[in-house]
């Protein structure tokens, strides 16, 4: 499951990420792979900024943690609304200082889609669940999308739709139970009864949506929808 992480570092100009091309999980063990990589911008207006850090310890390039976000270990690590960032386990270090830094910003994306024609083109990034759910059309193309394995993103092309179109034709609050049921669905030793949940068992259903949960545009819910 490729994805991209982006942080966006508050009160600064330094953007910071990593790539991940496997799934993310909350089993609170490292994952090794030779392809994963991070990397930051000291100036977020230049591009010639930046550092790219590849992993140097392939049997320590993932940790998954249920307490963490994203932790490409001691490299890149999110916790909360907060990060920090060291060497270990990969060849350089991405920031100038090891301090800890408050995320502004964070996103996390394994689509890419490309809509229009030249000279009229924009790319969106999304979460592939959230696709799945939020259109019918845009189902069908990615059930013919399937993930690649040769580490790259699933990559979609709309040449004949206007970047000024609306093709997310879901009312949000189906997509935000479509979203619900898909995170039951991860955890079926979940209680059927939500209101057997334990806090146990509402921190795993966190867990497994953190990633949609930005996605979600629930300025969009009516006051009755949101309760």
Request: hydrophobic share 30%; charged share 20%.
């Given at each position: 499951s490729n994805t991209i992480t982006i942080v966006k570092v508050k009160d600064s100009t330094e953007i910071l990420g990593g790539y991940n091309p496997i799934e993310w999980n909350s089993d609170c063990c490292y994952r090794a792979t030779k392809d994963s990589f991070i990397f930051s911008f000291r100036n977020s207006d230049d591009i010639e900024s930046y550092i790219l850090s590849r992993v140097k310890d392939e049997q320590r390039a993932i940790f998954?943690?249920?307490?963490?976000?994203?932790?490409?270990?001691?490299?890149?690590?999110?916790?909360?609304?907060?990060?920090?960032?060291?060497?270990?386990?990969?060849?350089n270090q991405i920031r100038e200082t090891e301090d800890g830094f408050y995320v502004e910003e964070y996103e996390y994306y394994d689509v890419t889609i490309e809509v229009g024609n030249d000279p009229y083109v924009k790319f969106f990034r999304a979460h592939m669940v959230i696709l799945h759910y939020r259109s019918t059309y845009l189902q069908k193309i990615l059930t013919t999308n399937k993930r690649k394995s040769d580490g790259t993103l699933v990559h979609i092309k709309l040449p004949n739709i206007s970047p000024e179109s609306?093709?997310?034709?879901?009312?949000?609050?189906?997509?935000w139970n479509h979203v619900l049921k898909w995170g039951l669905a991860q955890n079926p030793e979940l209680p059927s009864d939500p209101a057997n949940f334990s806090k146990e068992d509402f921190d795993n259903l966190r867990n497994n949506l953190q990633n949609c949960i930005p996605h979600i545009r629930f300025y969009n819910l009516s006051s009755n929808e949101f309760l």
């Open positions: 998954n943690s249920s307490g963490f976000g994203p932790s490409f270990d001691y490299g890149l690590i999110l916790i909360n609304d907060s990060g920090l960032c060291g060497k270990n386990y990969y060849e609306d093709i997310l034709q879901m009312d949000e609050i189906q997509v």
